[in-house]
């Protein structure tokens, strides 16, 4: 996947789950990049979501664009290959739900996806010491995992700013992920602090006009 100036990932979390493959083609024909699919199990996170199918399902509806899986799961490692085998295009895994972390990102770069490593509020950045130079993603959460419709954490910008300084001086082309609680009012804060890629839910699906409000986030992150 190409990087680009910014990036946005409809999480479908928030999406009408009775009409899934509609609100997958209105996001797209919205002008989102991404398809961001959360992934919760009730044991690493108290909720349960999607499985593995809905990526084959979104692929056999015609979904070409990248999707992005979070798996907030615990254990991961059996998921990523039901993952990767229906259709995922980046997976992300929390350094926490993973026995030996290293391992778990080279099976998934053998797999044939990108990989990504989430960081929750409370996860210190110093987990990415020995990571840099294998990772795709970094997903900095602005809100704990688990919910949507969780307000954004201001106090974790300064984590977003440190991030992005290991980015630049890894020299890697790599992804510095935002979700939770992202809207219009905070959406500027977040890429100044160093974010380009952008999760938004509620913001997106709540709104009346999709396309209207993709257009209204761009004009604000430039």
């Known amino acids: ?8 990932s409809a999480s479908m979390l928030s999406a009408n789950w009775t009409r899934f493959g509609e ?13 961001h699919i959360d992934v919760m199990d009730n044991h690493y996170v108290p909720n ?16 070409k664009v990248p999707l992005d899986v979070h798996l907030m799961a615990n254990p991961v490692d059996r998921l990523i290959f039901d993952f990767a085998k229906a259709g995922a295009s980046l997976i992300t895994v929390h350094p926490e739900a993973c026995l030996h972390v290293h391992r778990t990102m080279t099976q998934i770069k053998e797999l044939g996806c990108q ?13 990415l010491d020995h990571l840099m130079e294998m990772v795709d ?9 688990g919910f949507s419709g969780q307000q954004f954490i201001s106090s974790l910008l300064p984590k977003i700013e440190s991030v992005r300084q290991r980015i630049i001086a890894s020299k890697r082309d790599i992804y510095l992920q935002v979700d939770g609680g992202l809207d219009l009012n905070n959406i500027k804060r977040v890429q100044t602090a160093g974010a380009n890629t952008f999760v938004m ?21 430039g």
């Open 115 to 127: 990989v990504g490593i989430a960081l929750n509020p409370g996860t210190p950045i110093d987990c």
């Open 137 to 145: 993603l970094i997903l900095v959460m602005t809100v704990n995992p």
């Open 48 to 63: 349960l979501s999607f499985g593995a199918a809905l990526c084959q399902a979104l692929r056999k509806e015609g979904i």
């Open 23 to 35: 609100e997958a083609h209105a996001m797209l024909a919205a002008g989102v990049d991404w398809l």
């Open 1 to 8: 996947m190409q990087q680009t100036s910014s990036i946005f």
């Open 201 to 221: 839910g509620s913001t997106l699906f709540k709104s009346p006009d999709y396309a209207k409000m993709v257009a209204m986030l761009r004009t604000v992150v």
